[in-house]
């Protein structure tokens, strides 16, 4: 193979790609009503850009330089939540990795300040 599919530029496209999708505005919400399909994806949608815009969550730019510093590895999936936690209700990010030793890692952030809550591995 030529320079261009070297693993490391593989891995740096497959990152970057990842990170854009991460960072499109349709992130994943849990909608309490239980609504399904296009209107329920539009209002999730909705609810993430007014949560940001109104400074509850952080932008996931922002969250996904925290994980990095505490939780090295790749970034396969980000949803953002409202979740009970401890008994309050917050915007939770939850981040999907793989480690780099190679295990899928679940880390859940408080999307307001940043805070890592837990950290789960498989």
Do not use: C, N
Request: proline share 5%.
């Amino acid at each position: 193979m030529g320079p261009m599919h070297s693993q490391p530029f593989l891995r740096r496209r497959f990152l970057a790609a990842v990170l854009m999708s991460a960072m499109a505005p349709a992130m994943s919400l849990a909608d309490p009503s239980g609504h399904e399909g296009m209107g329920a994806a539009r209002h999730d949608h909705d609810r993430a850009r007014h949560a940001l815009q109104q400074g509850e969550v952080r932008p996931i730019a922002e969250i996904l330089r925290r994980v990095a510093d505490e939780v090295p590895g790749e970034v396969i999936e980000v949803e953002l939540e409202r979740e009970m936690w401890l008994g309050k209700r917050l915007w939770v990010y939850e981040i999907k990795l793989i480690a780099q030793d190679g295990r899928l890692v679940e880390v859940l952030v408080d999307a307001a300040t940043a805070e890592i809550l837990a950290v789960g591995k498989d």
